[in-house]
């Protein structure tokens, strides 16, 4: 690949998610924007190599996807009031940043792509899918996934929450529908994390720009709703998990841990502000929910110098409480581990094969993986070493896939 080539694909990479949330303000159409954003690429790759990589990328994709636009307003009568509100861009600046003119009480491009894919009229798995792919950048095969449904399951709720948006429009909640959208926005705005923080597939453990942009969602969500405990928990959350970003790869970039990882890596400053948010989605006084319970399990392993000197039976309590109000598999599992770590391995098996006997996350890497920790420290290692295998064939991450390994 050469340098241009590598450039239009990092400022892909980069602005992509920005690019199509500010094309589809102004268009009103998340499926045109996607295709207009895809024009501007095709034409980067076509245009670098030859002209040079121009001093600001990504207003230059921005300003190519407008003109598109403008070209196919003009091509169409049914759009000529809307080319009107577009014209102005035809003059601008091919070097200027992304237009970032708001006009309303949201006040982000990315943001009202988000609020609007939590339209009503989408169902939450049609939401979901949606703003992982049009925010989060992931592929439908890696959303498929990551939720253990088919592609093609994936496929048609992306192009039905298309159809779905550009009969309503791009619209933004009124204030008074704020809250009610509020929960898909911070449930979305989470997997996107998840999703850099453990990266489904691909070579990478991380994508810790993907990290990044959902941290900048929540606070944004965060200080437009200073009286939801759920929107500090989940900005508390993410960033404590964040400030271990450095420590979990070693230096040629191999998967590290949370047992091995160097903590003296670990960001001070986010872990700060995390418990800083902790303590204000606490101190709101009603009751707290999944987020805020997810953020104080992760405050346990930050104010902890060592894994031995982890306050685990305070971490099986928390998760106690989030069984109560967030009873899913993974959290069940994660209790598991927990438990393990504070009354021995021999009790935290009992209850990895309670769920397998039940067929909780059939086919889930991390099952075998759990139950390999298990029966390693138990000194059952040939039974370990199969389960590690086992968990290497069945994850999508490459760099997962070798944790995996080295372990068996």
Not at 108 to 137: E, K, N, Q
Not at 188 to 197: A, D, I, R, S
Request: hydrophobic content about 50%.
């Amino acid at each position: 690949m050469g340098s241009a080539d590598a450039a239009v694909a990092a400022v892909w990479r980069v602005e992509s998610a920005r690019l199509v949330a500010g094309l589809a303000r102004l268009t009103g159409d998340v499926g045109l924007a996607e295709e207009l954003a895809q024009d501007a690429l095709v034409a980067a790759l076509e245009q670098w190599p030859v002209g040079g990589v121009p001093p600001n990328p990504a207003g230059w994709l921005m300003t190519t996807a407008k003109r598109r636009a403008i070209d196919r307003h003009r091509r169409d009568r049914s759009f000529r009031d809307k080319l009107a509100v577009l014209a102005g861009a035809e003059d601008e600046d091919p070097m200027t940043a992304v237009d970032d003119r708001l006009d309303d009480h949201i006040g982000d491009d990315l943001l009202r792509l988000v609020f609007t894919a939590c339209h009503p009229a989408l169902a939450v798995p049609a939401r979901i899918a949606l703003v992982l792919r049009a925010v989060g950048g992931l592929t439908t095969a890696e959303i498929a996934r990551a939720y253990q449904v088919p592609e093609s399951t994936v496929a048609q709720r992306i192009v039905r929450a298309k159809r779905a948006l550009a009969g309503v429009g791009f619209e933004l909640p009124l204030a008074a529908e704020f809250d009610a959208r509020l929960g898909s926005v911070l449930e979305v705005v989470y997997l996107v994390f998840n999703e850099g923080y453990v990266a489904t597939s691909g070579p990478a453990w991380a994508r810790p720009e993907l990290c990044r942009e959902a941290m900048r969602l929540g606070r944004v969500v965060a200080g437009l709703a200073p009286a939801a405990p759920e929107a500090h928990g989940l900005v508390a959350l993410m960033e404590l998990q964040a400030s271990r970003l450095a420590a979990r790869v070693d230096a040629a970039g191999r998967p590290v841990l949370l047992a091995d990882q160097d903590r003296r890596r670990w960001d001070r400053l986010l872990i700060r502000h995390g418990l800083a948010a902790l303590d204000r989605a606490v101190s709101l006084g009603v009751p707290v929910g999944p987020y805020t319970v997810q953020a104080a399990i992760a405050a346990c392993h930050a104010r902890a110098v060592s894994v031995a000197e982890t306050n685990w039976p305070e971490i099986v309590s928390h998760y106690d409480a989030l069984v109560a109000v967030w009873p899913s598999p993974v959290v069940k599992l994660n209790r598991a581990v927990a438990v393990g770590m504070a009354s021995g391995p021999a009790a935290g098996l009992a209850l990895v094969d309670g769920l397998v006997e039940r067929g909780v996350l059939a086919g889930n890497a991390q099952i075998p993986a759990v139950r390999g920790e298990f029966l390693d420290r138990l000194g059952r290692r040939e039974e370990a070493a199969a389960e590690f295998h086992r968990a290497a064939s069945l994850t999508t991450n490459e760099a997962e896939r070798s944790v995996f390994l080295r372990r068996a």
